[in-house]
């Protein structure tokens, strides 16, 4: 009986000694662990402001791709520091990584909404990119922080400046008065140089203006930035088709549509586009088959699918002019023809008032060039075509004019029109008389390079002097040159030497 009950008593002293071991040991861990927390924390806040520091360094030395991926570092270490964020901002916008450095802002104070800077870095952001009234709270929260914040309050001025000219845009874009929304768009894009939305609303009154290579070089930059914006799509394809190019124009449409498939704007052009390459189409087939009375119809049916595509709808009033002709409803030609010079000559004019204006305000080199380019270009405009009248391109060869020369001669020589009315007589030996004076200046090398570098022949002491009789005498001259001869009462065949 004792040997059992000193078993008993060694085994519960043992037993005291294993719980004993056991909580001493829970204790010591307990212990360390809550130290090795403690050192932890200590360090890695030291190594986040080690990354801080480095990333510092290297924006003062304006080297924003090496601070950008030391506060990167910093914000993996301590992920809940605010200031790593509003730093990261600021690296961002000088990259002019604008979105991204609006996401660091925010961010920076949603986990401290007492910062400033990240108030401030947020509304600038928000400034860059075009959203006035979102900046416009930030920078007001900025001011309830620090109310003598000379920063805040000066952006808040622009921000508020920038919602007048959009206000003033809108009213101008509805009056068509694209000017003045070019000249807001101008001034509200000084404060948010960032922003696609604006520079798109001037890119399209600048095609729309008819400023096309102004309007291209805007619509370019953005998608090099963003190739699937769609409203920058769309004003490409506007300019290509406000030049006649149809095809490319459709093309810019459609990719502006997959881009943005609601997008009303390029939907209507594409299908005035459509509309109008198909009813030209069909009136020139009309025009070639002798179809005249139907042709003259369907080219003043495409005149009525858009007014504002004035390069192709001057091409259909030369086109119906040249059908009216024949359908001797001469009166009605003379206006086709005359609308069409007047088209060119009120462009070019308007080209010269806006640069006027531009150069006035801001006299740089750039704007000097335009202006003399757009006033040489007004001059040309308004002198005779001599490659119109002859119906060739500006890169014809030589023998293409010659071609050209002898088709449009024997087209519009007197003899040809010694059976019509008077009132024809007259109207074919003027033309007869342009034919040979865009020859004799097309033929002559140094004559056609001063005439297409805009300069007048007349004032270049240039012998200008000529007599479309002579001119035709001279072409045609030689051993079975060429002769008119009747076979009836205003009918005539040619023979060919």
Do not use: W
Request: net charge neutral; with cysteine; glycine share 4%.
């Amino acid at each position: 009986m004792d040997g059992c009950l000193f078993v008993l008593c060694l085994l519960e002293n043992f037993l005291a000694l294993i719980y004993f071991i056991y909580f001493f040991f829970l204790l010591f861990f307990s212990v360390l662990s809550s130290y090795c927390v403690f050192c932890l924390c200590d360090y890695l806040p030291r190594e986040a402001e080690g990354y801080k520091e480095q990333g510092n360094a290297f924006y003062i030395k304006k080297d924003y791709s090496e601070a950008f991926n030391y506060y990167t570092k910093a914000i993996d270490v301590c992920p809940k520091n605010a200031s790593y964020y509003g730093n990261r901002a600021a690296t961002l916008m000088m990259l002019s990584r604008y979105r991204e450095a609006l996401e660091d802002s925010q961010q920076a104070v949603r986990l401290d909404d007492t910062f400033m800077k990240g108030h401030l870095r947020e509304g600038k952001c928000h400034l860059l990119l075009g959203n006035a009234m979102a900046a416009s709270r930030c920078f007001q929260k900025v001011l309830e922080l620090e109310p003598d914040n000379s920063q805040a309050q000066q952006e808040l001025k622009n921000a508020e400046s920038i919602l007048e000219y959009e206000r003033m845009a809108e009213i101008g874009f509805e009056k068509r008065d694209f000017r003045m929304v070019v000249f807001c768009m101008d001034r509200a894009l000084e404060s948010a140089s960032a922003c696609h939305r604006f520079k798109v609303l001037k890119a399209e009154c600048l095609a729309l203006l008819g400023r096309y290579p102004e309007a291209q070089s805007v619509a370019s930059d953005i998608l090099r930035m963003d190739s699937t914006n769609g409203d920058a799509l769309y004003v490409r394809g506007l300019c290509l088709y406000y030049e006649d190019c149809i095809d490319k124009a459709v093309q810019f449409f459609i990719q502006a549509l997959r881009m943005a498939p609601d997008h009303e704007k390029a939907r209507l052009a594409c299908r005035n586009a459509k509309a109008l390459k198909a009813k030209k189409e069909e009136g020139n087939k009309a025009f070639k088959e002798g179809n005249f009375e139907e042709a003259y119809e369907l080219y003043s049916e495409a005149l009525t699918i858009d007014p504002n595509n004035i390069k192709t709808n001057a091409k259909l009033y030369c086109n119906r002019a040249t059908v009216g002709s024949k359908l001797k409803k001469l009166e009605q030609a003379i206006e086709d023809s005359c609308f069409c010079t007047c088209v060119s000559v009120k462009q070019y004019e308007e080209a010269v008032r806006d640069y006027e204006k531009v150069y006035q305000t801001e006299k740089t080199k750039e704007h000097k060039h335009l202006l003399k380019t757009a006033q040489l270009e007004l001059k040309k405009s308004k002198r005779k075509d001599y490659y119109k009248v002859l119906g060739v391109d500006k890169n014809a060869t030589e023998d293409e004019i010659k071609k050209a020369y002898r088709k449009r001669a024997l087209m519009h020589h007197p003899d040809r029109h010694s059976g019509a009315s008077a009132e024809v007589q007259k109207e074919e030996e003027k033309k007869f008389k342009e034919v040979g004076e865009a020859f004799t200046v097309l033929s002559d090398p140094k004559k056609k390079s001063r005439y297409d570098s805009g300069h007048d022949l007349e004032d270049d002491d240039m012998n200008m002097d000529f007599d479309a009789n002579n001119i035709f005498k001279a072409f045609f001259s030689g051993p079975g040159g060429f002769s008119f001869e009747a076979s009836g009462p205003g009918n005539f065949f040619f023979q060919f030497g």
